[in-house]
């Protein structure tokens, strides 16, 4: 069965440090991979996704990520958290025929 | 370009009642998703639509869900009778083409009392 984790449940990081976040996933083939993040009362927003070549993507608001086959790994990265970072990020896989699994989420705190 | 929309944005209902929540999505998006969201998990599936076919319920617990998609835009996600481990958000969402990214709308959080 597929499945998305996330081990970070809270990260707290200071303004203008780097940032990363962690998400592995479960799936026999390569699946299209997806960051979403989510601020307080709002629906989910695409950061970035990766469907296939270049496994450094970027993506919006200065993030990236990288996907390694090897870990079945797809980490979401940012050098320099501003404080408009402070949200909930989501990491999700698409599997054929439009089904998506999202993990259960990293909240990010930002510090001044 | 207008985003999906969903309405009522929230909802407070007593337990045993019955509930509805509607969904616009983005103009010419075939695939409408309504997801579930408890408090500090991700989304979970529970129905999905191609036009107006209903391609994946199997996580709807269909003895108090249903949804329906007239015509294949709007969508409606009814309860009925509520219960209080139905409090949640209520997410629609909706794509133009395979695995390409969801749009969201903004959700509406119920609360069951």
């Known amino acids: 069965a597929q499945s998305v984790t996330q081990p970070d449940i809270h990260i707290t990081v200071s303004e203008g440090a780097s940032l990363e976040l962690r998400c592995n996933y479960s799936?026999?083939?390569?699946?299209?991979l997806f960051w979403y993040v989510q601020s307080p009362g709002q629906g989910l927003q695409l950061l970035l996704k990766?469907?296939?070549?270049?496994?450094l993507v970027q993506g919006i608001k200065g993030f990236e990520a990288e996907f390694k086959r090897s870990q079945s790994s797809f980490n979401l990265r940012k050098p320099s958290v501003h404080w408009s970072d402070a949200a909930e990020y989501f990491c999700?896989?698409?599997?054929?025929?439009?089904?998506?699994?999202f993990g259960t989420g990293t909240s990010l705190t930002v510090i001044p | 370009e207008a985003g999906v929309v969903q309405s009522p944005r929230y909802k407070i209902i007593e337990k045993k009642q019955p509930v509805a929540f509607w969904c616009n999505p983005i103009?010419?998006?075939?695939?409408l998703y309504w997801y579930r969201q408890n408090l500090g998990q991700g989304p979970e599936l529970l129905i999905r639509?191609?036009?107006?076919?209903?391609?994946?319920d199997s996580q709807l617990p269909k003895d108090r869900f249903s949804a329906e998609r007239l015509k294949g835009v709007d969508s409606t996600l009814k309860i009925q009778p509520a219960e209080l481990g139905d409090s949640a958000v209520y997410l629609c969402?909706?794509?133009?083409?395979?695995?390409?990214?969801?749009?969201f709308g903004s959700g509406t959080q119920l609360s069951v009392l």
């Open positions: 999700a896989v698409g599997v054929g025929g439009n089904q998506f699994y």
């Open positions: 639509y191609e036009n107006e076919e209903a391609v994946d």
């Open positions: 990766y469907f296939s070549g270049d496994t």
């Open positions: 799936y026999g083939a390569t699946p299209y």
């Open positions: 103009s010419g998006h075939n695939t």
């Open positions: 969402a909706s794509s133009l083409a395979t695995n390409e990214k969801l749009f």
